[in-house]
């Protein structure tokens, strides 16, 4: 159960959270004040999401053999279909035009260029990306 404690309900945690739990990290503050907010990530925000167990393993479970984003993969043949749901499943919107302009621009000469196969490291390092922008960024 330990191992699967970042994947809890925020109401199934104890409180306060436990101390390096993501919901410690990013949202359980000690509610002591209701002005207790700051705009600013923290860096132990930054180092969670860059280098994080929880970032880690969101990445590898959305590369793997057979994952949700492959299947995306498989039904269009495309890998703008993967990052229409990636923008999805990590940000909660749509992906812009442009944004899939820069994407393909920046990862066509090395996951895309001649290629007619779903590419899992693509999938790992936008979902990577995205869950890294500034977009998901949580106010304490």
Request: net charge negative; aromatic share 6%.
């Given at each position: 159960v330990e191992k699967n404690r970042d994947y809890?309900?925020?109401?199934?945690?104890?409180?306060?959270?436990?101390r390096n739990s993501f919901l410690a990290v990013f949202g359980a503050g000690d509610r002591t004040d209701i002005e207790?907010?700051?705009a600013a990530p923290t860096?132990?925000?930054?180092?969670?999401?860059?280098?994080?167990?929880l970032?880690?393993?969101?990445?590898?479970?959305?590369?793997?053999?057979?994952?949700?984003?492959?299947?995306?993969?498989?039904?269009?043949?495309?890998?703008?279909?993967?990052a229409e749901a990636a923008f999805?499943?990590?940000?909660?919107r749509p992906l812009a035009e442009d944004e899939w302009k820069k994407i393909?621009?920046?990862?066509e000469p090395k996951?895309?260029?001649?290629k007619r196969k779903y590419s899992r490291d693509f999938t790992a390092d936008l979902v990577w990306s995205l869950i890294n922008s500034q977009e998901f960024i949580h106010v304490r």
């Open positions: 809890s309900a925020a109401c199934e945690i104890e409180r306060p959270a436990p207790d907010d700051d860096l132990e925000q930054v180092l969670v999401l860059l280098n994080g167990q970032t880690r393993n969101l990445v590898r479970e959305t590369a793997k053999d057979g994952a949700y984003f492959e299947k995306q993969y498989d039904e269009s043949r495309g890998h703008r279909s993967v999805i499943a990590v940000l909660n393909s621009d920046l990862t996951y895309l260029k001649g």
